[in-house]
């Protein structure tokens, strides 16, 4: 086969910048230099008009005015802009959070430090899907919750939460609502408008733009959210975020915006239809094969699936010129397997023994194929190999066994 | 993470996959670890006037722990009991060159050894060699 390799499907994790963002970001390096807050020159006007440019592109994408755009380093500290931000600002009001056991670790961690700071934080459980529904995030709000924040899709199984039902949900109760949208973004529609989104971060390496750049989306009207601002210094964005704005990564975004709002109808088609190709052939061919997370609700190009009794990180490492990631964390200290596969009742040997593939802009049916015999072709090794599976093809039950964890 | 070639080697050709038949009287039989925390190890030994003729693995786990699964097979075969429960994990990580996250394999891999003699030796009244550490676990 003429398969060039190694074989990316990592896009979740990070994406390579596409050519025709490169392109109008290079000229921001050498020729129009200006700092964009530089009021006196044309440099300084040059830039910033680039950076407004960048802006609108992105408000259209999303729907938004561009003046509800901040611009940030990245999706960690927008979130960390949002939760910290709109907690210190309305500590008078309230001190409750709520959010969903399965967030990113910029959500989780975000709210661990509110808590050691005073805060009360409910934790959502989710479905055997993923899901986290309306009802229960009502069930939760108390008289003094002033932010609800719950992802747009996740990184790990790529499903799509029912964003419009909560932003509804959270504008009749008059609570903030924050979504992480950084999967979402790009890849599928999101009007923040329709969706009663009150802040939305955002980032642009996931849609093929430059790493280091991210941004929040923070409503102005209906209501006007505000937040106390995280890094302080001389008053960029509003006062949102200070510091010198990265006018290179935010024209990147820009062209990154625009081409995935342009090409997004058919890109995601594309897409799909390359995942589903490559999930209907693991369920055919390679048996004991589960799909985690609801394919009901659910990003184009992502797909979480564990072969059972086989761990991912022996099946990664005989998919070497193959970049995938796995819900095994046998590297960390831990050995705790992925929180997001447990959280929806996983059992830890499925965790263990799953895979995250993603596609993306650059992914070949040809490469799938590729992918789908590699990994047929290691899961059948490796099972010849792993005791579990001479156990279950002998009929014993791995549950009555008593295991000696270690 | 990058894995030294020793590691892949044993990966890639692991030595003595298989099994032996654990109702045999010369067969002893050891599985230690948990499909919760990501790995289990099955080694089985053939044991003959108190040397072991035969080893086989199963190893559900990391690449590492195939590995050091895969190494004891080889180191065994041919040792007595009494030697070759006195092999320690810290021989088999520094053959392999593990880093400090995986230590935990080459742990298993002693506790697996370890057992393996433990249930010859329980066939055989606890009569040949001196007593391993109870680590086994009965399937």
Redesign the interface.
């Known amino acids: 086969m003429s398969v060039k390799t190694p074989i990316y499907l990592d896009y979740a994790a990070t994406c390579p910048v596409d050519p025709r963002v490169v392109e109008v970001m290079l000229p921001c390096f050498t020729e129009n230099y200006g700092n964009a807050a530089s009021r006196t020159h044309v440099f300084g006007w040059r830039s910033e008009e680039a950076v407004e440019a960048a802006r609108i592109e992105i408000a259209r994408t999303i729907n938004a005015d561009p003046k509800e755009i901040t611009f940030t380093s990245g999706a960690t500290e927008s979130n960390n802009l949002a939760i910290k931000g709109i907690a210190e600002y309305l500590a008078e009001k309230g001190r409750h959070i709520i959010t969903v056991v399965t967030e990113h670790k910029a959500v989780l961690d975000a709210c661990k430090h509110l808590e050691r700071k005073g805060y009360d934080v409910t934790y959502l459980p989710v479905n055997t899907d993923g899901l986290v529904t309306a009802e229960q995030v009502a069930e939760a709000i108390r008289p003094d919750t002033i932010l609800v924040s719950i992802m747009f899709a996740n990184n790990e199984t790529g499903v799509v939460q029912p964003i419009a039902e909560l932003g509804k949900l959270c504008h009749e109760r008059k609570v903030m609502f924050h979504t992480d949208a950084v999967q979402a973004f790009g890849k599928i529609p999101i009007d923040v408008q329709e969706m009663g989104i009150d802040l939305m971060s955002i980032s642009a390496h996931k849609i093929y733009g430059p790493k280091g750049v991210g941004a929040l989306y923070v409503r102005r009207r209906r209501p006007r959210v505000r937040l106390s601002p995280q890094v302080h210094g001389g008053g960029h964005e509003r006062g949102n975020r200070s510091g010198t704005l990265n006018v290179p990564g935010i024209v990147g975004f820009g062209e990154a915006a625009r081409i995935a709002r342009e090409s997004m109808k058919e890109e995601s088609e594309r897409i799909f239809g390359i995942r589903e190709h490559l999930r209907k052939r693991f369920i055919a061919e390679i048996p004991h094969s589960i799909v985690n997370g609801t394919l009901e609700s659910h990003l184009p190009g992502t797909l979480n699936i564990s072969f059972a009794?086989?761990?991912g990180?022996?099946l990664l490492?005989?998919l070497k010129d193959i970049a995938v990631s796995s819900g095994?964390?046998?590297?960390?200290?831990s050995?705790e397997?992925s929180y997001v596969l447990r959280a929806m009742g996983l059992?830890?040997?499925l965790a263990?023994s799953s895979l995250r593939i993603t596609i993306g802009r650059q992914t070949t049916l040809e490469e799938v194929d590729y992918v789908a015999d590699r990994v047929k072709e290691q899961v059948e090794r490796l099972r010849?190999?792993?005791?579990?599976?001479?156990?279950v093809q002998d009929g014993?039950d791995?549950d009555s066994?008593?295991?000696?964890?270690? | 993470m990058a894995y030294s070639t020793k590691v892949i080697d044993h990966y890639e050709n692991p030595r003595n996959v298989g099994s032996l038949d654990k109702s045999d009287d010369t067969v002893g039989t050891g599985i230690v670890g948990a499909p919760a925390c990501g790995d289990v190890m099955k080694l089985q030994i053939r044991v003959e006037d108190g040397v072991i003729q035969d080893a086989k693995f199963k190893t559900y786990g990391c690449g590492s722990a195939i590995a050091s699964s895969s190494l004891v097979t080889e180191w065994v075969k041919g040792m007595h009991i009494d030697e070759a429960v006195k092999i320690q994990n810290s021989q088999i990580a520094e053959e392999l060159s593990l880093p400090p996250v995986k230590i935990h394999c080459s742990v298993l891999a002693e506790d697996a050894i370890k057992a393996a003699i433990k249930d010859y030796q329980d066939k055989h009244g606890g009569s040949a060699g001196e007593n391993a550490d109870d680590s086994s676990v009965a399937v």
């Open positions: 009794y086989v761990e990180e022996s490492m005989g095994s964390a046998c590297t960390s200290a050995l397997p059992n830890d040997e263990h010849e190999m792993s005791p579990l599976w001479e156990m014993i791995l066994i008593q295991w000696t964890p270690h």
